[in-house]
């Protein structure tokens, strides 16, 4: 794998600062945000200048039960070939649940939720890794998620599944320290154990990001600072493996320029300190034999003697297509977990109910920030009315087509009497909803109930 060195999340409202910072070898991209044939100027200068980029996806749901959808895997390998990445990257997560396999509603988190480490998600989770494998131009790394939540019943830990799927697929692995942490804190999950039971020179890069504890859980924000037992992770991780590049991620809340660069060398720095130490040589020998026995492979099966170190080889086997009644199984326990965090269904059994609580209202938040963003008219239309009533929306209104029609749909919602508002913001929203509703309106029955809202008849 080539080393990628020292990188940072590339974002617009950081992108000056970025060009300028010193030190970065590489940057990454949200790849949905990222239009091939309209590169922000700044991407392009910095590719001119030689700086890798690399497109780091959201929105497949490879976790998911369904196959992914042939034409989010063509819009990534677009976005990778139009940016000459040597990788892209997306998440072990599913993002959708729902529809023909289930034959319920489809639903959409908006948001990265775990997949439950069972055999069946591992069969699934394979298959679909390596469709996207033969569809995409240059290697897939895929990155372990922060969860609020637990699935009951589950068979393996998070680095028996990992290292399972890197070893049946050849996948790279994307390693987010932070959230190895937030799983620790949510989940009592314990960090070392999971580093120790990676294929750590399956490791394409490593994540670094900031979060926030309430209550006894921890929120990976990606708007808050590093903290200290993220670099120890990080530290652990590297006197393991030399991480062939590392990247700091920060989505909201920008700090000034010197803060991002100090965020950088302290990762840096917890690096470094581990160079040469005797204890991570021992570790590395070890790391690949704890999960091999945990999931019964016989020990040195898959293991070599180069230059007096001990790595495992990276095979591709072939993987057998997932049977359609593991995805079934899958994709129903998925739906109806989905289906109680954004549609207000009971609770599957097993889950803590407190947790998905919180999971919900986490979902629901996001949904609040995303749409602002994506229509900032909104919250200007309706000032501090627009959160509460958002809220108040989200809880019976599960997102059905992306931000962009959570917005024309909440605002909807708000013309026919979801939340009061005074006659000059319902003008202006009901002029801010026709423009975006496309050049015929959806129904004359929709538009007719909207005008009536607005003129009281």
Known sequence: MARLGTGIGWRPEIADAVERMPGIDWVEV?????????????????????????????SLGLGGADRPDAGRLAALAERAEALSAPLVTEHIAFVRAGGPLTTTARLEAGHLLPVPRTRDALDVLCENVRIAQDALPVPLAVENIAALISWPGEEMTEGQFLYELADRTGVRLLIDVANLHTNHVNRGEDPAKALAELPLEAVAYVHVAGGFERDGVWHDSHAHPVPRPVLDIL???????????????????FPEPGE????????????????GEPAGEAAKETAGETAREAVGEPAGEAVKETAGETVRETVQVDVPAAGDAARQRLGLAQAALLSALVAGTPAPE????????????????????????????????????????????AQGHPMRGGYRQDALDFAEHVLLGGNPAGGRSRRELRRWWLDRSGPAPRSRSRLARVGRALTGR
């Not at 945000?33 to 030689?50: A, E, K, M, Q």
């Not at 060398?265 to 160079?275: C, F, L």
């Not at 629901?364 to 929306?393: C, M, N, Q, S, W």
Request: hydrophobic share 45%; charged share 30%.
């Open 350 to 393: 097993g889950f803590d109910r407190v947790r998905l609580g919180v999971q919900a209202r986490s979902l629901a938040a996001k949904r609040a920030d995303v749409v602002a963003k994506v229509a900032p008219e909104l919250p200007g239309i309706l000032g501090t009315a627009y959160r509460p009533a958002f809220l108040a929306y």
């Open 260 to 275: 991002l660069e100090r965020e950088l060398d302290a990762i840096k720095d917890a690096i470094k300190e581990t160079v």
């Open 235 to 253: 530290a652990d991780l590297a006197s393991r493996v030399s991480p062939p590049g590392v990247l700091l991620e920060r989505d909201e809340n």
């Open 30 to 58: 949200v790849a949905e945000n990222t239009c091939p044939g309209h590169l922000p100027d700044s991407l392009r200068r910095l590719l001119d200048r030689g700086v890798t980029v690399v497109p780091h996806g959201v």
